[in-house]
Every structure is written in structure tokens, then in C-alpha cells.
């Protein structure tokens, strides 16, 4: 079975300020679990991948697995997740499941391209807040990718993110 999927386009990664600091923020790309499951419902087909989750230790992990046409077995790959958005309503666990997903998508190639994604630091305004850390001036402030290219080796070759206005942010 040789299964390739193909690179993410600029709509399917998203963006995620990770650190804050005096002269401005490291942004992160990353895919969402929607992204894995449209890419695995248009490559292999709705009814020929699926899923399933174990506790191992208190570490959720996640299987993805698809059906081989050809042996008509199942290939299974599995990664786990870490606990997320912790909001006091039980979203941790959903944030670790999501996770866990989004790691076991890589593991079959589904956006592994990002980790080829260079250093991504906004020179953007930030102000320092009352804990005496840093914080984006503008609280509300999103970024996305507005371009990205990629190498014969399926490697970033081109990336650039832009503000919620539209100006250039990083190239």
C-alpha cells in the first residue's frame, strides 16, 4: 500500500502564538483535527479509515487506521496527546483527544511538512502586563497564512503570514 497525501494548502493551516515577548511573538502553524479528517475522508475515503482511543498510564493515544484495498487489512498508526484548554468545563480531555488525533495523522504524513517550517517570529506591538510578562498590544489580534510554497522534498520553501488586516507580517 503506498499512500502520499498531499502538502496543506495556506486555508488549511492555521496560526498560533506560542510566546510573547518585549520586541514581539513566536508564532506556531499548526493543522486542526478537522483538517485530518477531510484529508482522510478525500484520500482513502469515509468508509475506509477509522479511529479509536486507549488510556495507557493516564495518557490518552489515539489510532488512526486505514484500510489496505489491496489485502483488504487494517494499517494502524497511533500517537498520543497532552491535556489542553484548561477552562474548568472538561475541555482538557477533548483538547488531549484532539491532540492525540492530530499526532497520529502525522505519523501517516498528513501535514508533516510543518515541521520543516522555519522560525517564525512577528515583530509585532506588545505591552507588558500586571504579572511583569509580555502580551500582544492588540488582545485580539489573529494571523494566518496568506502564501506558502514548498520544495521537491516537501519542505517550506516559501511562508508568508499576515495580520487580521491583511498587512505582511513575516516572509
Avoid at 12 to 18: F, L, M
Avoid at 50 to 66: H, R
Avoid at 136 to 163: C, G, M, Q, T
Wanted: net charge negative.
Amino acid at each position: 500500500m503506498s499512500l502520499e497525501f498531499p502538502l496543506l494548502t495556506k486555508d488549511q493551516i492555521e496560526c498560533k502564538v506560542k510566546q510573547v515577548t518585549a520586541k514581539g511573538a513566536v508564532v506556531l502553524l499548526y493543522k486542526t483535527a478537522r483538517v485530518d479528517m477531510d484529508m482522510l475522508d478525500r484520500i482513502v475515503g469515509p468508509m475506509n479509515w477509522q479511529n479509536s482511543y486507549e488510556d495507557i498510564d493516564g495518557v490518552l493515544y489515539c489510532t488512526i487506521s486505514i484500510l489496505n484495498q489491496e489485502t483488504k487489512e487494517w494499517i494502524s498508526k497511533c500517537d498520543c496527546g497532552i491535556e489542553s484548554r484548561a477552562d474548568g468545563d472538561g475541555n482538557e480531555k477533548k483538547g488531549e483527544a484532539s491532540d492525540a488525533f492530530k499526532r497520529a495523522g502525522f505519523r501517516w504524513g498528513i501535514g508533516r511538512e510543518l515541521y520543516s517550517a522555519p522560525f517564525t517570529f512577528l515583530s509585532v506591538e506588545t505591552k507588558q502586563n500586571n504579572r511583569g510578562g509580555w502580551e500582544l498590544a492588540d488582545k485580539f489580534a489573529k494571523f494566518s497564512v496568506s502564501h506558502i510554497a514548498y520544495n521537491d522534498e516537501r519542505k517550506i520553501s516559501e511562508l508568508i503570514l499576515v495580520d487580521q488586516k491583511g498587512t505582511e507580517v513575516f516572509r
